[in-house]
């Protein structure tokens, strides 16, 4: 699939061809997944979970500022990033894959949710409930993440990492710089 993925966007990849590469037949692919895209989340999701305890370990370790917690973190993505350089780069880069984009929105989404959910106080504004506040809290920072990812992307390689990181952590909103521990 990484090899499939990193040749051209993921929407363009049919199960024949994942089947042909994988050298499995078709029965044995629709026990696994439904679709291309489907595989590509499960493949990505193994790194970017690793990703997102270290992250939120380092949150709930509590000795480091939220800038520099955010920094290794930003670090690690784009170790990942840099390890499928060919992948994010045909996907997000040259063609704006909406699969591609949308699986990296989801699982960002669900990083900040989770620490949110750890800690309500942490969650801004006062109006709704709860869960409404974590949900959009939460969702406004993973899109503006894969934003950064796709700027960062656009850029021509080799790309300088600190221009990521320092758009990555200059971007933070003030409630998450500046909340209490």
């Known amino acids: 699939m990484l090899r499939l993925a990193s040749a051209r966007p993921v929407e363009e990849i049919a199960v024949a061809d994942l089947v042909r590469e994988a050298r499995v037949n078709r029965t044995t692919f629709y026990k696994h997944a439904a679709s291309p895209a489907a595989v590509?989340?499960?493949v990505l999701y193994e790194e970017l979970?690793?990703?997102r305890a270290d992250w939120i370990a380092d949150v709930l370790a509590g000795g480091l500022p939220v800038p520099v917690v955010w920094e290794r973190a930003s670090n690690a993505l784009l170790d990942h990033l840099e390890r499928h350089d060919a992948l994010y780069t045909t996907g997000l880069a040259g063609h704006r894959s909406a699969a591609?984009?949308?699986?990296?929105?989801?699982?960002f989404t669900v990083s900040v949710a989770t620490l949110l959910e750890r800690d309500p106080a942490a969650v801004p504004g006062r109006d709704g409930p709860l869960a409404w506040r974590v949900e959009a809290s939460s969702r406004f920072l993973a899109h503006g993440e894969v934003g950064?990812?796709?700027a960062w992307l656009s850029l021509p390689a080799p790309r300088e990492r600190h221009l990521f990181v320092s758009a990555a952590t200059?971007?933070?909103p003030?409630?998450?710089?500046s909340r209490p521990r």
């Not at 591609?100 to 699982?107: E, I």
């Not at 003030?174 to 710089?177: D, E, Q, R, Y």
């Open 40 to 42: 590509l989340e499960q």
């Open 49 to 51: 979970d690793r990703l």
């Open 100 to 107: 591609l984009h949308q699986l990296l929105v989801d699982h």
């Open 148 to 150: 950064i990812v796709e």
């Open 170 to 172: 200059a971007l933070l």
């Open 174 to 177: 003030s409630w998450l710089v």
